[in-house]
């Protein structure tokens, strides 16, 4: 099996939809050896900052001098980044010698009778496979939708499970209320295991600390940080943690949002300390403070300033709000917009729309993309100054004669995560 017949193998298992629940991949990981039983992993789960909070604690674990396995789904710019060692993608190779093992695996319960797995339970068996085949000191694994039933949530003991920001996304599949879903997500704790939840909602917590209860497992709830400055694109704070060390921090990744997952990476990785993991404070300050996490309020261009950010349900909005209003204060700035349909798209309509001067709708190359002309017509119900624009390459043009007309001051695209990368294409195509 080559790359590409890999790729078209993952592709094809997409016709066996999305399906909750653990008993297919149970079944294929025990066909594979259970090679997540060989690897030790911090598992995490939430509605935002899963991908954030494992930004800054592989970059410190790096510093640390360990080695660090990966796994975050979907991808956000190129397809192989979902697994990685050390920073590094999967190679081709790599990806496809795995894989030809996977689909071994998958015809052999297919021929005994048993459901085919999923697209995303192959790579997450696959991801399992590699990082048990890598000289892994530790494993980060993000979950990809809910928790308890999540395909990821395989292990008999982590390291560390961490629930980060919790809001209302996925609501068909994992409930109807922020209780509902911490609930589900709590489904990753492990018994008489330690267990971090970034600072949030009471009742969230609430939910959270008493399941963790049933399991005999240790909550920590990551404080507040404190002296909070703004240079430019770098933000600095003090901290305090749950065992009461002082650490003076600055991180490179924007937004107000960044904060709470800052603080929740370090209690995550004092965790890490307390078992025995050789991480100084230089190496946090050090891994913080270079931590870069693409499509979270990245600076893709500096004149004209353009801004990316992959929030994409409520939660996020009300964060990007935070973030624009402690970065961007009294900036005019045009909204580059595009959503998936099954989103709660009107909420983050009514959060954010009024803080643009302009608004470009799109649609993003997605089968689940709502039609940027749907989309126009409800941002106008909170901003009249919106305009569709039939592709991205259109809506970056109009924003940037904006810019040169001097208009606005900025540019800042947010939305589904699907159609960032494409603009950061056009982007560096343009200046290359």
């Not at 990245?298 to 009300?318: M, S, T, Y």
Request: charged residues 25%.
């Amino acid at each position: 099996m080559n790359y590409s017949e890999a790729r078209k193998f993952v592709e094809e298992t997409t016709k066996y939809g999305s399906i909750l629940g653990l008993e297919a991949i149970k079944t294929l990981l025990d066909e594979l050896g259970n090679p997540q039983d060989k690897v030790k992993i911090v598992h995490v789960a939430g509605t935002n900052g899963k991908g954030s909070v494992f930004t800054f604690v592989q970059n410190v674990l790096l510093k640390a001098g360990y080695h660090v396995g990966r796994y975050a789904s979907p991808a956000v710019f190129e397809y192989r980044e979902i697994i990685q060692f050390d920073g590094k993608n999967i190679t081709e190779e790599e990806f496809a010698k795995y894989m030809a093992n996977v689909k071994s695996a998958c015809d052999r319960m297919v021929s005994q009778g048993k459901h085919h797995p999923t697209s995303f339970e192959v790579e997450t068996a696959l991801a399992y496979l590699y990082f048990s085949n890598k000289p892994c000191d530790i494993v980060l694994i993000e979950t990809g939708m809910g928790g308890e039933t999540d395909a990821t949530n395989v292990e008999k003991e982590a390291l560390c499970s961490v629930i980060t920001s919790i809001s209302l996304d996925h609501m068909q599949f994992l409930g109807n209320t922020v209780e509902d879903i911490a609930k589900v997500k709590a489904g990753i704790i492990k018994e008489n295991s330690d267990v971090v939840v970034s600072n949030q909602g009471e009742s969230i917590i609430n939910v959270i600390e008493s399941q963790a209860a049933v399991k005999n497992s240790k909550v920590v709830v990551a404080n507040e940080p404190y002296n909070i400055k703004i240079d430019g694109y770098v933000t600095s704070f003090d901290y305090v943690t749950a065992n009461d060390k002082k650490l003076s921090v600055k991180i490179s990744m924007m937004g107000a949002y960044q904060l709470i997952n800052a603080c929740t990476a370090i209690e995550t990785l004092e965790i890490l300390r307390s078992k025995g993991y050789d991480i100084t404070d230089e190496n946090i300050i050090e891994g913080m403070k270079n931590a870069k996490w693409p499509g979270r309020m990245e600076v893709v261009k500096e004149q004209p300033l353009i801004v990316i950010d992959g929030a994409h349900n409520p939660g996020a909005a009300i964060k990007l709000k935070e973030s624009i209003e402690m970065y961007f204060t009294n900036k005019r700035i045009a909204f580059i917009m595009g959503v998936l349909a099954d989103k709660d798209y009107s909420e983050e309509i009514k959060i954010v729309a009024l803080l643009a001067k302009k608004i470009f709708t799109i649609t993003p190359d997605n089968k689940r993309a709502l039609n940027g002309e749907a989309l126009a017509l409800a941002v106008a119900d909170s901003n009249k100054n919106v305009t569709f624009e039939p592709t991205l390459e259109e809506a970056v043009k109009e924003a940037e004669n904006l810019y040169r007309n001097n208009e606005i001051d900025m540019i800042l695209a947010f939305g589904s995560l699907s159609y960032l990368g494409d603009l950061k294409n056009i982007i560096n195509d343009a200046n290359s």
